[in-house]
């Protein structure tokens, strides 16, 4: 199993709104790719930022192809992230997932 690492940051005003967008969007579209697993989603806030972190776990690298193309160290963002990111990391990691 391999786990798929991103990380984000929005303004603290906009993090409950893009956790919902989250939900909505990025989850089904994880969920409707053969070979996915699982996924954790994780958030934290300060005073003025929210940073979510963004686990999801694949059979396979070559699964992970289906979903993020073929340079699966891209990040892979939806049209509507603009309106909630304060950045575009352009890499996620990728673990091999040796015990759970």
Same mark, same amino acid.
């Given at each position: 199993?391999? @786990? ?8 603290? &005003? *906009?993090?409950?709104?893009? @956790? !919902? #967008?989250?939900? %909505?969007? +990025?989850?089904?579209? $994880?969920? %409707?790719? &053969? ?6 989603? =994780? /958030?934290?806030?300060? %005073?003025?930022? +929210? $940073? #979510? *972190? =963004?686990?999801?776990?694949? &059979?396979? =690298? ?5 979903? @993020? ?5 891209? @990040? /892979? $963002? $939806?049209? !509507?992230?603009? *309106? ?5 990391? &352009? ?7 040796? +015990?759970?």
């Amino acid at each position: 199993m391999i @786990a798929r690492v991103w990380k984000g940051r929005t303004k603290v &005003e *906009d993090a409950n709104r893009y @956790a !919902e #967008f989250m939900k %909505s969007r +990025a989850v089904p579209d $994880y969920k %409707s790719t &053969e070979g996915f697993i699982k996924l954790t989603f =994780l /958030k934290r806030t300060d %005073s003025e930022h +929210a $940073y #979510f *972190d =963004l686990i999801t776990f694949w &059979e396979s =690298l070559d699964v992970i192809r289906n979903f @993020a193309g073929d340079d699966i160290e891209k @990040a /892979k $963002y $939806y049209p !509507e992230d603009k *309106d909630f990111l304060i950045e575009f990391p &352009e890499k996620v990691t990728h673990f091999k997932v040796f +015990a759970e």
